[in-house]
């Protein structure tokens, strides 16, 4: 396996954290093999999809989810550090509003595989941050919703590194769960 996977405290969001073969000449890992993640319980995607971003300090992008169409992703840092967030949407589970964050990086190469059904976010950490994540289905502009990213409710742990998140207008306008659409 060319990759160790860890549940979470969703049981269904993973962090994947690959071997890395490295020597005097630098590194080399596998990033995604989906035969490999096949083998995973229920983990037997097929991605459609590459999203890549670049964020500068303190810019949150989220909480994202695609109502109809939702997306499962396959999330990781390429260069720079991101504290990434998933919110369980599902109202039929048992962690319905209940969310998990950790840092992802470069340095750490680690993956969060979080499945449809869940919102995610993300605040960069670092001074540039460059995301790139998989998808599991494409993006419709008219299925996408924003939870809001400070809702009391969720007291999601974001590490501010003083002051307020730079936010898309979409993010700061979002409904707080009580209010956002979900999934049954």
């Known amino acids: 396996m060319p990759f160790t996977a860890t549940p979470t405290a969703l ?32 983990l037997d995607c097929a991605f459609v999809q590459d999203n890549q971003s670049r964020s500068v300090r303190s810019v949150l992008r989220g909480l994202h989810y695609q109502i109809r ?55 960069a950490l670092s001074d540039h941050a460059e995301v790139l994540y998989k998808t599991t289905d494409y993006w419709f502009a008219e299925h996408e919703r924003s939870l ?20 898309a207008p979409k993010d700061a306008a979002a409904p707080p769960l009580s209010q956002a659409e979900c999934f049954d």
């Open 69 to 123: 169409h939702p997306q499962g992703k396959l999330v990781r840092v390429l260069s720079g550090s991101i504290w990434d967030v998933a919110v369980d949407l599902r109202r039929s589970s048992p962690d319905f509003g209940r969310w998990v964050g950790m840092e992802l990086s470069a340095e750490n190469r680690r993956q969060l595989w979080i499945p449809a059904g869940f919102a995610h976010g993300f605040l």
């Open 148 to 167: 809001l990213w400070s809702d009391p409710r969720l007291a999601i742990d974001w590490p501010l590194q003083g002051g307020q998140p730079l936010l």
């Open 11 to 42: 049981r269904e969001v993973l962090l994947l954290e690959p071997r890395v073969f490295a020597d005097a000449r630098g590194h080399f890992f596998e990033s995604y093999n989906r035969r490999d993640l096949a083998a995973i319980d229920g």
